[in-house]
């Protein structure tokens, strides 16, 4: 199980949010 799957869905969800992804970032955590 690989989770290079998951991060580039992650970094791709990050870059389609763009910088103002500060507040999911937050919620994620």
């Known amino acids: ?3 290079d799957s998951n991060d ?3 970094l791709a969800f ?3 949010a763009g910088m103002g ?3 999911i970032e937050e ?3």
Request: net charge positive.
């Open 8 to 10: 580039k869905r992650t």
């Open 21 to 23: 992804s500060s507040s």
């Open 27 to 29: 919620a994620k955590s």
């Open 1 to 3: 199980m690989s989770t």
């Open 14 to 16: 990050h870059l389609n």
